[in-house]
C-alpha cells in the first residue's frame, strides 16, 4: 500500500483530534483526553508552538499520525527529537506504515542535528514493542519517569507540598 507523509496543517485539527481519542481509547485511557480542536490548532500550530506533527495518508486518506518536539541534552550540548505520539489506525496496522512515521522521524532528526530519538510505550504495548525492537531501537531501563500534573502541580507550584527531603542531590 503506498503512504505517503506530509507536515500537519491547522485544519488536520479535526482528524488528529480523532486520532488523539482513538490511541487514547486504545490505552484504556480515553476519559482522561482534554483536547479539543481549538487547543490542537493553538498548541501544535499557535505562535510560539514547540510542536510538530506528521499525517500519514494511504491514497489520500489520513491513516495515522506523529507528534513530536525537541528536548535537550547538557551531556551531547544538542537537542534530541521526542516523540509524544504516534498512531496508525487499525486498518492500516501491520503494513510497515508505523515504521514508515519513525523512520521519517529518525530522518528528521538527523537533518535537524539530534543527538537522540526517544519515546515512551506503554509496558504492555507488545506490537509496539515489536516494532520498536525491530528498527534496532534500545528501551531505556535505568530511568524513572515522574509527573507532576494537574492539582499537585498547581500545589507544588504554589509551595504547598508535603514535608519532603529537598536538600537531596535532585538528579
Not at 102 to 126: M, P, T, Y
Request: proline share 4%; charged share 25%; net charge negative.
Amino acid at each position: 500500500m503506498p503512504f505517503t507523509i506530509r507536515p500537519a496543517a491547522p485544519d488536520d485539527a479535526a482528524v488528529i483530534l480523532r486520532f488523539i481519542m482513538e490511541l487514547a481509547v486504545y490505552e484504556k485511557a480515553g476519559h482522561e483526553v482534554e483536547a479539543t480542536e481549538d487547543s490542537i490548532r493553538q498548541s501544535i500550530f499557535g505562535e510560539g508552538s514547540v510542536t510538530e506533527a506528521a499525517i500519514l495518508e494511504a491514497d489520500g486518506v489520513a491513516a495515522g499520525f506523529a507528534v513530536w518536539f525537541y528536548n535537550y541534552s547538557t551531556w551531547q550540548a544538542r537537542n534530541g527529537l521526542y516523540l509524544e505520539d504516534l498512531y496508525v489506525s487499525p486498518d492500516y496496522r501491520g503494513s510497515g506504515a508505523g515504521k514508515l512515521l519513525l523512520q521519517h522521524l529518525a530522518r528528521i532528526a538527523v537533518d535537524k542535528g539530534c543527538g537522540r530519538f526517544e519515546w515512551s510505550v506503554l509496558d504492555w504495548n507488545e506490537p509496539a514493542i515489536r516494532v520498536y525492537d525491530a528498527v534496532g531501537a534500545e528501551p531505556q531501563t535505568e530511568w524513572i519517569r515522574y509527573r507532576l500534573s494537574g492539582d499537585r502541580l498547581a500545589a507544588f507550584a504554589a509551595g504547598k507540598h508535603d514535608a519532603s527531603p529537598f536538600d537531596a542531590a535532585a538528579g
